[in-house]
């Protein structure tokens, strides 16, 4: 049974340079969540995906921050023109309505 | 005023003794309930959903709802060394699509 899934799982980058992350979630699973967190810091909420309806994007944090979901199953999060407050780990989560959400284990950005 | 507020410790105790993790909020259309624990360069990993009021057992673990009070609470009997982890609580409602706002987390240590 494979869980949610993220690509890479360390990235390091320069500043200015584009990134994509990529999730894969749970088979069947509708919602899909990218979050942010910071060192010791709590989950900031970035995006979500609920089947067909319009994103929630109330959580970018800028213009540079955009996301898609194609199939109703992989994401992609793209952060353009990367800034060192950009480097945090970057988490998927899934779940089948919203209710309780399945975490994958995250890609680490560092923007040098 | 944050809508989920965590004390994020550090609480550190010993082997054996009995943990009290704790969260408040302040919207009252919450209905789910959630904790998740996360150890060390890790994703959140579900531990505990419970919807409404009302106490949920599982092994060691309990968690407590008092809508009454918006107040939700995880106890850890017998803790372990390995119980030593950050603990995120989160809460959701149908309303607002399930966006879920996590805590700030709490670092636990269990010293053996």
């Known amino acids: 049974g494979a869980g949610v899934s993220q690509s890479p799982s360390n990235k390091v980058t320069e500043k200015g340079k584009d990134v994509e992350l990529r999730c894969d979630p749970i088979s069947g699973h509708t919602a899909l969540y990218w979050y942010r967190q910071s060192l010791g810091q709590g989950l900031e909420f970035l995006i979500y995906f609920q089947g067909n309806s319009a994103p929630d994007k109330s959580g970018l944090p800028s213009d540079r921050f955009s996301a898609e979901r194609t199939g109703g199953s992989v994401s992609t999060l793209t952060i353009q023109r990367t800034q060192q407050e950009d480097s945090a780990v970057y988490l998927c989560?899934?779940?089948?309505?919203?209710?309780?959400?399945?975490f994958g284990p995250g890609t680490r950005l560092l923007v040098l | 005023q944050k809508e989920v507020e965590q004390d994020p410790g550090p609480l550190s105790v010993p082997e054996g003794a009995i943990v009290s993790l704790n969260c408040t909020y302040s919207n009252s259309a919450f209905q789910y309930f959630m904790w998740y624990r996360q150890y060390s360069r890790k994703g959140p990993e579900l531990l505990m959903y419970?919807?409404?009021?009302g106490n949920k057992e599982d092994g060691r673990f309990t968690a407590q709802v008092d809508k009454s009070s918006k107040y939700i609470s995880l106890f850890i009997r017998d803790s372990q060394p390995s119980d030593s982890a950050t603990y995120l609580c989160?809460?959701?409602?149908?309303?607002?699509?399930?966006?879920?706002?996590f805590g700030a987390g709490t670092r636990l240590f269990v010293k053996a």
């Open positions: 989160a809460m959701s409602a149908r309303t607002g699509g399930f966006k879920t706002i």
């Open positions: 419970t919807y409404s009021s």
């Open positions: 989560a899934s779940s089948i309505l919203g209710e309780t959400q399945y």
